[in-house]
């Protein structure tokens, strides 16, 4: 078996362990099988890497066996793997890998230890399934795998309604993405008559079929193919409308928050679109559709941010506003500086959602900012991690969010789906980025201390070495992370017919995306001073309507309530009494009105029966003679 | 020796089980329906009795005597179990042997 196939087998072998002993499990068995089988992924998918990088081959796969077949397209259980998924399974396994060993430490105590490391390892056998997918049902496999596991640990600990209700949301939501993407499937199927993800990037190129715009039809096939598939990533990435379920999500443990929230899942919508670009090539309209969705979704997401107060909202927020820029670039062309920014995302992302869970483990698990404050003298070396994953986020120079971002804004202004209004979409966002990162940075680390009681010493934390170590290469990963040049534009298809590009970039477009994240600083240095500074002020939370709104994710929540939720259940209530309700119901009542009757006669008194007997003896014998 | 007419012989017959059966069906002590019974049974040897003399047959007679024998043997049975039922419950009462029900 080669060794592309055996990718998903470890974690899988140790989910199946895991499940299968369970708690009889002491916590150091469990975490050696999770981390070890993650370990040695990670180990697999760099030979892997640098296997792809050396030869002359582009590609590698690997043949299994066939699933199944439909008229003359096979659909098998194959693996793909060429530069994209290259960098998808790198950031699965290696990510994967650091968030796995910091939740051994983290979820120590949990009494449903194994359980979690379980799901955790069942989570990125689906997460490689979906990225090494080389046909479009397999990678809906491991798209419904990794949706499932988001559910299962979302709701990890059950035992809270708000738990269960979030994972409810996000399964939900996600599923409507769904299903608009297994219909894009279906309508692929439908046109080009494979599956195979290779054959119809092809296929879309070349059928004419496919791009043109049949007799009595406003749109051609490809144009609702492409708009469907964009459902899918939609729900996935948490993008607008389907983005309420992921500042929700944030009910489930951190480490998962890190991988599945953050670094990996909800950037499948992301690598579905980059995936299938010979199919939204053909179709400019919906790559518009993509970058301004990317654009509206990235400013909105800020100003949220803006307005939190729970330290993991506040990051969930910031990460649907960073895959609104991954969004963007898509819509732009711009493939390869959208998967180089899902990479570096993945690792200071992580790095700040594990740092918090670090502080949040410190604090006695206490996640409101309002009750932090001046925890730089505290926790320094948490402190000190968390800034570093802030400067990444804010796109600092040097640092890898810097490099990935300023690769996106810079395609945006000439980019013929995209131009100068997206670019300024961008710069507002990069400012929100800067002024709610400087918020947090303020509120959680400085100014005076909130916090009455004493921390967690960070000793008292078994293991805190090896804690402290995952966190530090990620860190070096989120500063490094940017040298790494991503180049993948040879594995993209570029514009068939170039479209007349009517924008000339004028000369101050870097400069001002540079001076951007630092006008956002000096801005947040002078307006939310009192978070910075020690004083006798109290700092609590603004009350103000606005705020209020933007807190409670601008109140998309709220409309959907009342659009969708409401009138279902209202609708759901009358239909509990329909025809067919009542028609079945009627069988119901003609054979309780015969028990009633019949459970009269059986009155248990003697006499009765006997009365019975006779006078029904007497009836016998009148039919008989007469 | 005058002739009895079969019909009389039957009405008596019918009218003693009619008698035994209402006493069965109306009293609610357990030991006037065991006696309503045994008219009852007693109904139905009058009429063998009275059948076999009409027909000068044996056969009538041996019959009752078989009926006799079971009514013995189903009143020792019944006392019995009126026995039971007077010091479990403290009652003859039938009415109050009623949690058989559907």
Redesign the interface.
Known sequence: MSLLASLPLYPLLSFLILVSYGKRLSWGVASWISVGSMAAAALCSIFLVNQLSTSDTTVITAYMWQWFSVGSAKVNISFYLDALSAVMILVVTGVGFLIHLFAAIYMKSDENFSRFMAYMNLFIVAMLVLVLADNLVLLYLGWEGVGLCSFLLIGFWYKEKSNVLAARKAFIITRIGDTAMAIGLFLLFKSLASLNIADINQLAQTTESFTLISMNATHSDAYWAALLLLGGAVGKSAQLPLQTWLPDAMAGPTPISALIHAATMVTAGVYLIARMNGVFLMTPEVMNYVAWLGGITLLLAGVAALAQNDIKRVLAYSTMSQIGYMMLALGAGAWSAGVFHLMTHAFFKALLFLTAGAVILALHHQQDLFKMGGLLKKLPVEATLFLIGLACLIALPGTSGFFSKEAIIASLWSSPTAGPSLWWCAILGALLTSIYSCRLFFLAFLGKSRFPETLVPSDHIENNKLLRGALFILALLSLLGGLVTVDLSSLFLSYKQSIANSYESPSWLHVTAIATPFVGIIFSWFYYKNYRVISDESVVASQSTFVVFCRNGLGFDTLYGALLIKPYCFVARLNRKDLFDQTLMLTAWYVRIWRDV??V???????WF??AF?LSMVGLICVVIL | MTEIPLTHILILSSLLFIIGFVGVVVRRNTLFMLMSLEVMLNAVGVAFIGAGSVWQEADGQIMFILILTLAAAEVAVGLALLIRMQRRYRTLDIDVLNQMKG
Do not use: I, V
Not at chain 1, 601 to 607: I, P, T, V, W
């Open positions: 019949l459970s006669s059986q009155n248990g008194s003697l006499r006997a009365a006779g």
